[in-house]
């Protein structure tokens, strides 16, 4: 087999929930040796929530903790906490998030850290930077988006503000700290020092709504945002609104319906109107004069009937679904596709060719759907491969550690591992 680039990588995996599992999981697909450090008893939380098979850990944990081992161990014991020192001391990456203060709490402080073992790299996801008054918060996924500036720019202008169905504050802050402790890796390689690596959800969600601070200062400085449906017979406020379905770019955009509509709610397509284009997109929709015509030739002359378009747009698409109407605009060069759904995406032929979607085995459960890695390589093809159970691999480190049968047997009987 291929040697895997992070092989010989050891990271402790001190984290639970979505944020820092998703990226701990990716070192551990790239071929780190991931450790999960969990709590005897119940171990990370979603081992247990919205769990589909009683007493079989969820899917939550399941596809988030792949290609791991787990130590089940209380660090909070003087044993448990001498077990995390000899780890430290020989790991590479430590990656963790607490809410605020429970590294320290437990006597791991990054001075802590980095007096046992100078090369660490230290890992650590919080809600809010240091710099923010709202720093001592525990935070989940719909708070960060909240905070970060998802939800305010996110649904219709007459509703309210609505977070997206994508992680951006859990697994997207997850890639943000990835990309941080990767990138520390490869400074250690030049400095031999290792270095605290912190991503926090309200951060990582504003990075990626960067456009929409853009925005912001282009309403301030005009008055208006061309390209909002609020424009130009809406009002605008002093902050950014939320845009529907309108494209965020250049280009204007919208979920249009297609056939089956009324009974399917993802009978839908988005449609991009591009400029480039406009010539080929009024021919394909059947309104070839307003290829020429000055009232529609321009995006300018567009803007105030862009909904009118979208209207006869949806006209021409009553009679196609949404497959059909991509089949046929993707020959006219028309940036679109179909609004999928999970069910449709689980079952995705060419998603499954691409090792996007993986059917991975599970003890005690059987096979499972997960998305497998997004990201492609030439020299290589992550394996995905189960979750390990709740301390499954506890006795096997321990001995690694130089405990012997007798020390390891008392840590069970006293409940410091179970
Ligand atoms: N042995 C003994 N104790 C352990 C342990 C172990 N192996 N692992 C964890 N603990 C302890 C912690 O030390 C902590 O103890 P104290 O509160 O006494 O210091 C306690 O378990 C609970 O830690 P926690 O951080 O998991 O607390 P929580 O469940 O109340 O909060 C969360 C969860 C996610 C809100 C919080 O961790 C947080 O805000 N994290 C930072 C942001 C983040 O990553 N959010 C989640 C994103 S994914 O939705």
Not at 51 to 64: G, K, Q, S
Not at 85 to 91: F, G, H, N, P, S
Not at 224 to 244: D, I, S, T
Request: glycine residues 10%; contains cysteine.
């Amino acid at each position: 087999m291929t040697e895997l680039p992070l092989s010989g990588i050891k990271v402790i995996d001190f984290t639970g929930v979505q944020a820092g599992p998703a990226c701990t999981q990716m070192l551990a697909w790239f071929g780190a040796d991931v450790l999960k450090v969990e709590r005897p008893g119940g171990g990370d939380v979603t081992r247990n929530q919205l769990r589909d098979i009683p007493d079989v850990d969820a899917l939550y944990f399941t596809m988030l903790n792949s290609n791991k081992r787990s130590l089940a161990i209380n660090t909070k014991s003087p044993e448990g906490l001498e077990v995390m020192e000899k780890l430290i001391r020989d790991a590479d990456v430590l990656v963790e998030n607490f809410a605020p203060g429970a590294m320290d709490r437990m006597g791991l402080s990054w001075d802590k850290l980095q007096e046992w073992n100078p090369r660490l790299i230290f890992g650590s996801v919080k809600g809010f930077n240091d710099a923010s008054p709202w720093n001592d918060l525990k935070v989940y996924e719909n708070v960060a988006q909240c905070a970060g500036g998802a939800a305010s720019t996110t649904g219709f202008w007459d509703g309210p503000p609505t977070v997206s169905g994508a992680a951006l504050g859990d697994s997207n802050t997850g890639m943000h700290l990835l990309i941080g402790i990767l990138t520390a890796l490869i400074a250690r390689e030049k400095t031999g020092k290792g270095q605290k690596v912190a991503a926090s959800m309200q951060d990582s969600v504003l990075n990626l709504c960067r456009v929409k601070l853009r925005d912001q200062q282009r309403l301030e400085a005009v008055g208006h945002l061309e390209e909002y449906p609020q424009y130009p017979n809406g009002e605008f406020g002093e902050a950014v609104p939320r845009g529907g379905n309108a494209g965020g770019g250049g280009q204007p955009g919208w979920v249009v319906k297609c056939k089956g509509w009324e009974d399917d709610p993802n009978a839908y397509i988005y449609f991009t109107v591009q400029e480039q284009n406009w010539a080929r997109t009024a021919e394909v929709i059947g309104r070839p004069e307003w290829a020429e015509d000055p009232g529609y030739s321009t995006a300018l002359a567009r803007q105030d009937k862009i909904f009118d378009i979208f209207a006869e747009i949806e006209k021409w698409l009553a009679d196609k679904t949404k497959y059909e109407a991509v089949d046929i605009l993707r020959q006219w060069e028309v940036p679109c596709a179909p609004v999928m759904s999970m069910k449709e995406l689980a079952v995705d032929p060419a998603l499954r060719e691409a090792g996007t979607v993986v059917e991975v085995d599970q003890k005690g459960r059987g096979s499972f759907l997960t998305v497998g890695s997004p990201i492609k390589f030439s020299a290589f093809t992550p394996d995905i491969k189960g979750a390990p159970l709740l301390g499954e691999h506890t006795d096997e480190v321990l001995a690694g550690l130089g405990y012997d049968a007798d020390t390891i047997a008392a840590f069970h009987k006293n409940k410091i591992v179970v």
